[in-house]
Each structure stands twice: as structure tokens, then as C-alpha cells.
């Protein structure tokens, strides 16, 4: 399984992305799916998973601000970024956790200029 994030890129703060993760094959076998982010310096962190049935969570402190999506016929899970700060800026990566196994994609950029 392939997961191609996209999306990523330079915004001011208080602006917005929508990063768009594809998978190679279909989402309906996962688990969940999700994304991490990792600023320079600190580990891997949650920011958004959306498991089989629907249900999402989120990191408390971005809640309000980061929605998670998906759109199963397409295979693509999305995160709408609104009211970015600069501590949101990292990579980003989508993840999806599969019967067996999980997987990563290669992650996008994002960076939030103050």
C-alpha cells in the first residue's frame, strides 16, 4: 500500500491548507486512517485519525481548527488546516492501519510564517 500525501506549502498565519492523502488501493480494509505531523527537533505526533465507521479524534489542542475527512470511492483522506499558527508548521504524513500492518506516506510540508 502506497499513501501519497499532498497539499503542503508556505502560508501566513491565520491562513488555511487542505492536505490530501492518496492511497494505492482502497481505504475500506483500514482500520483507520490519520495524520501525524513532526516539527524540527520534536517526535511524531497525532493530529487527526478517522477510523472505519466514521468516528474521528483529534489532538485537544487543534480541535475546532483541523477537520478530518475522507472520500471512500476516491480512496482519499483530507485535512482542512483553518487559523494555522506557526507552531503547526512540520511535515505532515498520512498514516492508515490496516489488518496486519500499518503504513506511512512520505509526508508534505507545511510552514506557517508569523
Known amino acids: 500500500v502506497q499513501l501519497q500525501a499532498s497539499g503542503g506549502g508556505l502560508v501566513q498565519a491565520g491562513g488555511s491548507l487542505r492536505l490530501s492523502c492518496a492511497a494505492s488501493r482502497s481505504i475500506f480494509s483500514f482500520n483507520a486512517m490519520g495524520w501525524y505531523r513532526q516539527a524540527p527537533g520534536k517526535q511524531r505526533e497525532l493530529v487527526a485519525t478517522?477510523?472505519?465507521?466514521?468516528?474521528?479524534k483529534y489532538q485537544d489542542s487543534l480541535k475546532g481548527r483541523f477537520t478530518i475527512s475522507r472520500d471512500m470511492i476516491k480512496k482519499m483522506v483530507y485535512l482542512q488546516m483553518n487559523s494555522l499558527k506557526p507552531e503547526d508548521t512540520g511535515v505532515y504524513y498520512c498514516h492508515a492501519v490496516g489488518p496486519l500492518s500499518d503504513y506511512w506516506g512520505q509526508g508534505t510540508q507545511v510552514t506557517v510564517s508569523s
Open positions: 478517522i477510523a472505519s465507521g466514521g468516528g474521528t
